[in-house]
Nanobody, 116 residues
């Protein structure tokens, strides 16, 4: 069982920056890759960025050039550096981990609010 805990959300003005963290614990040796997703009320959860164990990354077009995903394997922590934030980035951001056993884990989410 893998537990994921997000932190770092909050209120920021447009153009500002935030860094989200996701701390993983439990059966972390089974994790293949991790990612960040976000969701707004009435909408489906959408991919923001993903990172593999090998460090390969992929981003949603809407955040390319503004967001950076990274992992500190030694600390079992994943990050999302968000720069040049826009009001449309306002959402609950969720940490995700995929295991080699085919199980998908989710954190409980952290709210990011970008004011105009």
């Amino acid at each position: 069982q893998v537990q994921l805990v997000e932190s770092g959300g909050g209120l920021v003005q447009a153009g500002g920056s935030l860094r989200l963290s996701c701390a993983a614990s439990g059966g972390i040796f089974v994790i293949n890759g991790m990612g960040w997703y976000r969701q707004t009320p009435g909408n489906q959860r959408e991919l923001v960025a993903v990172i593999t164990n090998g460090g390969s990354t992929n981003y949603a077009d809407s955040v390319k050039g503004r967001f950076t995903i990274s992992r500190d394997i030694a600390k079992n922590t994943m990050y999302l550096q968000m720069n040049s934030l826009k009001p449309e980035d306002t959402a609950v951001y969720y940490c995700n981990a995929n295991s080699s056993l085919g199980v998908v884990y989710w954190g409980t989410g952290t709210l990011v609010t970008v004011s105009s």
